[in-house]
């Protein structure tokens, strides 16, 4: 069932494995950078005192710009075989770290990345885990993108994940209907929220451009 949302006030643990979605301006991934930073400052708005851990703000600058990476992996099998093991030792060292550094709060929201379920840690200490989708990843890694190696691997994690977590956040009723059909939870465990833009802060009028490159 979901979650009660806590009142104005409460802390807030925003959560992201994923090592190429980073909220640095020179961040290659724009789309994903700005939603994540359109979702906490969302909750700061509401009142709620938000901790992020966020493994892109952490890693080397080279990981995150541009495309590189990504053609890297489509380039190489073996390359794409280890960096799907680096991503599943990772995410369980991340959680651990996450749950260190910022402690007990009273919710947890994560934005879902591949072989990723940080929010876990926090779930065993009676958090409740909000999770978020943007896509149905073990499709769109292997297929669209073929950055992974380990799709079964992948599935598995991924749908382990949906079941396991209190509520589940997808950006379209298209995707959640997919999520259903596919994972078998229950349609009441997830929230639809579609993406949108904050006029007020893209307003021209109020933000003077900058060249990061």
């Not at 200490?125 to 950055?147: F, H, M, S």
Request: net charge positive; hydrophobic share 45%.
């Amino acid at each position: 069932m979901p979650v009660r949302m806590a009142m104005p006030g409460k802390r807030l643990a925003y959560l992201s494995g994923a090592p190429r979605v980073s909220t640095r301006p020179e961040a290659g991934a724009a789309g994903p950078r700005t939603h994540v930073l359109g979702v906490m400052n969302a909750f700061q708005r509401l009142g709620w005192d938000v901790r992020s851990y966020i493994v892109g703000d952490r890693v080397p600058l080279e990981w995150i710009k541009g495309e590189q990476s990504v053609e890297a992996l489509r380039g190489s099998w073996f390359r794409r075989v280890a960096a799907d093991a680096v991503r599943l030792g990772m995410g369980w060292l991340n959680g651990w770290r996450a749950w260190r550094e910022i402690g007990p709060v009273d919710l947890v929201y994560e934005r879902y990345g591949a072989f990723q379920a940080l929010g876990r840690w926090f779930q065993r200490k009676g958090i409740p885990w909000i999770l978020e989708t943007n896509a149905v990843l073990y499709r769109e890694a292997t297929q669209d993108r073929a950055t992974v190696a380990l799709e079964g691997v992948l599935r598995r994690t991924e749908r382990w994940a949906y079941r396991r977590c209190d509520v589940l956040v997808c950006i379209s009723r298209a995707l959640a209907k997919l999520i259903v059909h596919e994972v078998g939870i229950p349609e009441e465990k997830i929230v639809v929220l579609p993406n949108g833009v904050d006029v007020s802060h893209l307003d021209p009028a109020r933000v003077a451009p900058r060249r990061f490159f």
